[in-house]
């Protein structure tokens, strides 16, 4: 250590558990994490925000209107648009084909929106049994070398 210090060895049933909780942790936070996003409107004119994402087909794009009211608008990888009619509740877009995804959300008047994007189940839940199993095998070599290294007490004669 510094200073002159002496530490002993990290032993590895704790490094595997800390990165399998890290692993935990760090994915229920990011897909659990969610911050709305407000969409402001001036007398003469609204503001536009614009997401962009590189969807897969088949992936979700969900959109949750919490107050006021928007227009969608998806620009697709080719360069067309889709527009979608006003919208006050919730709102979703399925990709079709893969590439970078456009929506541009034009606020109609003073609004709150939340958004999300649900890919398949590979990205969204493919590393939480990863997460799992590193956890699992650090607590089960923490147990058996726990069970191993009990001292033994014998008589030993001449």
Known sequence: ???GGAAPPVKSEDVMILIGSTILLTLL????WSTPIAVD???EECETFEIKYDLSAG???SLDVIEGEIRPTIILPD?????DDNQKGNWEYE????GVHTFQILGLEDSSIDYSVSRGIVFDYGLYPVG???????????????????ALEALLED
């Not at 360069?79 to 527009?83: A, I, L, Q, R, T």
Request: charged fraction near 30%.
């Open 132 to 150: 799992a199993l590193v956890l699992a095998f650090g607590i089960l070599k923490r147990i058996t070398k726990d069970v191993e290294e009990e």
């Open 1 to 3: 250590m510094g200073a």
């Open 79 to 83: 360069g067309s648009s889709d527009f």
């Open 95 to 98: 990709a079709k084909s893969d």
């Open 59 to 61: 992936d979700t794009f």
């Open 29 to 32: 936070v990011l897909q659990a």
């Open 41 to 43: 409107c001036d007398e």
